[in-house]
Nanobody, 121 residues
Framework: QVHLVESGGGLVQPGGSLRLSCAAS????????MGWYRQAPGKLRELVST???????NYADSVKDRFTISRDNAKNAVYLQMNGLKPEDTAVYYC???????????????WGQGTQVTVSS
């Protein structure tokens, strides 16, 4: 089994900052891309940011220059530093990882349980 556990969500005022963390554990041979997605009420889940095992990053236009993704391969962890938060960033944020469980397995996508981020005054 593989588990992704997120932490770091909460309530913050507009313009504030939060740092989300996600750690993968369990039967893991290799982790490829890791990333963050979010889903606001009544909306589809959308990509926020991804990072490859080699450190290449990708961001949604709406968060560029405000959010920074990073990962620690030794800890099987990914982080999202969110600065300049806006009310429209309010959503449940989900960690995602593309994982190969053994050298003989194909890769699969795994998801965390989600962490709520609320930006409000």
């Amino acid at each position: 089994q593989v588990h992704l556990v997120e932490s770091g969500g909460g309530l913050v005022q507009p313009g504030g900052s939060l740092r989300l963390s996600c750690a993968a554990s369990g039967s893991i041979y290799r982790i490829n891309a890791m990333g963050w997605y979010r889903q606001a009420p009544g909306k589809l889940r959308e990509l926020v940011s991804t990072v490859t095992s080699g450190g290449n990053t990708n961001y949604a236009d709406s968060v560029k220059d405000r959010f920074t993704i990073s990962r620690d391969n030794a800890k099987n962890a990914v982080y999202l530093q969110m600065n300049g938060l806006k009310p429209e960033d309010t959503a449940v944020y989900y960690c995602n990882a593309n994982i190969k469980r053994s050298r003989y397995d194909s890769t699969s996508d795994y998801w965390g349980q989600g962490t709520q981020v609320t930006v409000s005054s």
